[in-house]
T-cell receptor
Framework: IAGITQAPTSQILAAGRRMTLRCTQDMRHNAMYWYRQDLGLGLRLIHYSNTAGTTGKGEVPDGYSVSRANTDDFPLTLASAVPSQTSVYFC???????????FGPGTRLTVL | SQQGEEDPQALSIQEGENATMNCSYKTSINNLQWYRQNSGRGLVHLILIRSNEREKHSGRLRVTLDTSKKSSSLLITASRAADTASYFCATDLETSGSRLTFGEGTQLTVNP
């Protein structure tokens, strides 16, 4: 693995189902982030983690939860998916102390 | 509302021409960053300018920052068809702890 990987690449999900989006990095970055990207709205921060064992809420956290059991993994869970959660989800990690971020390839999620 | 707002929303130019994109923001920043996103891909960091810097260059990219006007511009010189992408500014707020706030992006199309 080199950089950040996300899985799955895409998913179609029925409303009400539970879904976990996976994110793994092998760069030993302390901080990690989850964003959603919707047309006309840019990227919006869902949750973040400054270091393993800690998490925080971003701009649009409702309906999502995260955990950070170790440095490498930062899964995002939708407990009961709704159609408004249809979006492209990006995981990122912070490269340096200035805040430059390194992004994964994204997960395209469709909730029907 | 978004901290960073880009304009124009879309820009179409011919190869060889220069492309200028602007970003405005509302509150004090530690730094401002520009990212590029090719269609269907994750974001890639281009350049970072600190709040005490006024201009920065990287290859064909030139970024300026005017903290008094709370604005930044990204200039791409001698554009190429491969520069076609969406460009986002992201602000690292003094109060955010390196959590970036993204604008809605400028879609640049460079015609061969």
């Amino acid at each position: 693995i080199a950089g950040i990987t996300q899985a799955p690449t895409s998913q179609i999900l029925a409303a009400g189902r539970r879904m976990t989006l996976r994110c793994t990095q092998d760069m030993r970055h302390n901080a990690m982030y989850w964003y959603r990207q919707d047309l006309g709205l840019g990227l919006r921060l869902i949750h973040y983690s400054n270091t393993a064992g800690t998490t925080g809420k971003g701009e649009v956290p409702d309906g999502y939860s995260v955990s950070r059991a170790n440095t490498d993994d930062f899964p995002l869970t939708l407990a009961s998916a709704v159609p408004s959660q249809t979006s492209v989800y990006f995981c990122a990690s912070r490269v340096d102390e200035l805040g430059t971020q390194y992004f994964g390839p994204g997960t395209r999620l469709t909730v029907l | 509302s978004q901290q960073g707002e880009e304009d124009p929303q879309a820009l179409s130019i011919q190869e060889g021409e220069n492309a200028t994109m602007n970003c405005s923001y509302k509150t004090s920043i530690n730094n401002l960053q520009w990212y590029r996103q090719n269609s269907g891909r994750g974001l890639v960091h281009l350049i970072l300018i600190r709040s005490n810097e006024r201009e920065k260059h990287s290859g064909r990219l030139r970024v300026t920052l005017d903290t008094s006007k709370k604005s930044s511009s990204l200039l791409i010189t001698a554009s190429r068809a491969a520069d076609t992408a969406s460009y986002f500014c992201a602000t690292d707020l003094e109060t955010s702890g390196s959590r970036l706030t993204f604008g809605e992006g400028t879609q640049l199309t460079v015609n061969p």
